[in-house]
């Protein structure tokens, strides 16, 4: 199992690493976030069903989530993410790589936050001093920062507060024994459909005056589609890909050990940024990082310790009813 994780955390560094400095590179050139992040979420469909028809030629067919199921559970893990990685991408259009990586590591306190809501979590007080670590690392990191946009930390926060309830409820379901969706080609196919229920509606609002054929096909001001198609489609299978390998951390650990591994890719993405972009970090943004990571760290070594300390009889039966916990399970499923 450690082996496992490792592996899959190998691959995940450099994807997730690579996409967020591709994303900025290419957003900062092509203008059109939105429309490039529904690109993104058809080419992850495609891939996913393409990949599943293969499988099921070979082996055996794949289990089918009645639409009751995915109304119930689905539906917003697919919406609440389409609205973070929506938001992200946005968010990259205003903030350096350094503020955003930063400010994103904020989604720790809203997993948290919806822990506790659907009691994945016990409030304990080392909780609340380690999201109080970390929410003071993000004032000191913001306050004063010459390179600070409202708009873009609003957006970045407000896809920290996406990616709270789609861990936190994408680890309800895959964790969930008998679940249909722990495989995580099986969750990037069946949720991708409801990622694009949010998208569509925010690319008319704000990109829809800009959008026409001409936009659509120019990179750098020149029109070349084969160029702005290949662009996009290199980003989708990237995305593809660490989507894959978010869900199969997530199913071997959970939503807030995830963003406990986010940390090392945090460090490296601040430190690719100082060193690449000439993102500026000052004394206090230092000193707010440090006490974030101290806080994410802290709350990992407490994590890892309960895991160690927990009886064995917490896997008996619990105040929470079991209907509330039997999700998807592959009784309800089509075939």
């Known amino acids: 199992m450690v082996l496992r994780i490792a592996l899959i955390a190998m691959l995940y560094y450099p994807l997730s690493i690579g996409l967020t400095f591709y994303q900025k590179w290419f957003i900062k050139n092509y203008k059109l976030p939105l ?24 082996r055996a067919p794949r289990m089918r989530v009645p639409i009751r199921d995915q109304l119930r559970w689905l539906a917003p893990i697919g919406i609440c993410a389409s609205m973070d990685i929506g938001l992200s991408n946005w968010a990259l259009e205003y903030v350096t790589v350094s503020l955003y990586t930063m400010a994103k590591s904020s989604s720790i306190l809203f997993i948290v936050a919806f822990s506790l809501l659907l009691r994945l979590e016990r409030w304990r007080n080392s909780l609340g001093f380690e999201t109080g670590l970390i929410a003071a690392g993000l004032f000191l990191f913001t306050w004063k920062s010459s390179q600070l946009d409202l708009t873009g930390l609003l957006l970045v926060e407000l896809a920290a507060a996406c ?20 495989h995580p080609l099986d969750m990037v196919a069946h949720v991708q459909p409801w990622m694009m229920i949010p998208i569509i509606p925010m690319i008319w609002l704000f990109e829809g005056a800009e959008i026409n054929l001409n936009s659509v096909f ?11 198609l290949g662009l996009i489609a290199g980003g989708g299978l990237l995305a593809f890909c660490m989507e894959m390998s978010e869900y199969l951390l997530l199913v071997n650990t959970s939503g807030i050990t995830l963003n406990i591994f986010g940390i090392v890719k945090e460090v490296a993405t601040l430190l690719l940024a100082h060193l690449i972009n000439k993102d500026k970090l000052s004394e206090l943004n230092i000193c707010g990082l440090v006490l974030c990571l ?42």
Not at 39 to 54: N, Q
Not at 218 to 228: M, T
Not at 297 to 312: D, E, F, I, S, W
Not at 314 to 324: G, I, K, L, V
């Open 218 to 228: 120019s990179f750098q001001g020149h029109y070349d589609p084969w160029l702005v």
């Open 35 to 58: 429309l490039v992040v529904s690109g993104h979420y058809i080419l992850k469909y495609l891939f996913a069903i393409i990949i599943r028809f293969i499988y099921e030629c070979i």
């Open 163 to 182: 990616t709270g309830i789609r861990w936190t409820v994408s680890q309800l379901v895959m964790q969930q024994d008998g679940s249909a969706v722990r």
């Open 294 to 335: 101290s806080g994410m760290l802290l709350h990992g070594m407490n994590k890892r310790r309960q895991r160690v300390h927990r009886p064995l009889a917490s896997a008996s039966p619990s105040s929470r009813s079991e209907d509330s916990r039997k999700l998807l399970s592959s009784e309800e499923l089509d075939a």
